[in-house]
């Protein structure tokens, strides 16, 4: 479902990839849990997915949920950590918060 989303994102049927990172990441939490890497992945997908619809509220939150869990489980210099904060920050710059 992570893969699909994917792909259905750079084909750019954003409805459709939203609908499988949504179910991809319900599944991820359920069965691996919030600190797992592959959940994290997961929301990281759904935070730069909300981002490229405009629904910056949601990609916020989505950002420091998987920021914090990233850092708690992983450390702050995580490169998966970093990647995440860069994608936030990249957030923001669409937004033009350049502050």
């Known amino acids: ?18 609908r499988d ?4 990441l319900a599944g991820r939490l359920e069965v691996l849990g919030e600190a797992h890497p592959h959940t994290l992945i997961t929301l990281g ?4 997915l ?9 990609a916020e939150a989505h950002f420091r949920r998987a920021i914090e869990i990233s850092r708690r489980e992983r450390g ?3 490169s998966e950590t970093l990647i995440l904060e860069n994608n936030f920050a990249h957030c923001y710059g669409q937004q033009e918060r350049l502050d």
């Not at 049927?13 to 939203?18: G, N, P, S, T, V």
């Not at 909300?50 to 949601?58: I, T």
């Open 76 to 78: 702050e210099s995580h």
């Open 45 to 48: 997908n759904v935070a730069n």
């Open 1 to 18: 479902l992570n893969n699909r989303g994917n792909y259905l994102e750079r084909l750019g049927r954003l409805d459709e990839a939203a």
């Open 21 to 24: 990172y949504e179910e991809c």
């Open 50 to 58: 909300a981002m490229a619809r405009k629904d910056f509220a949601a």
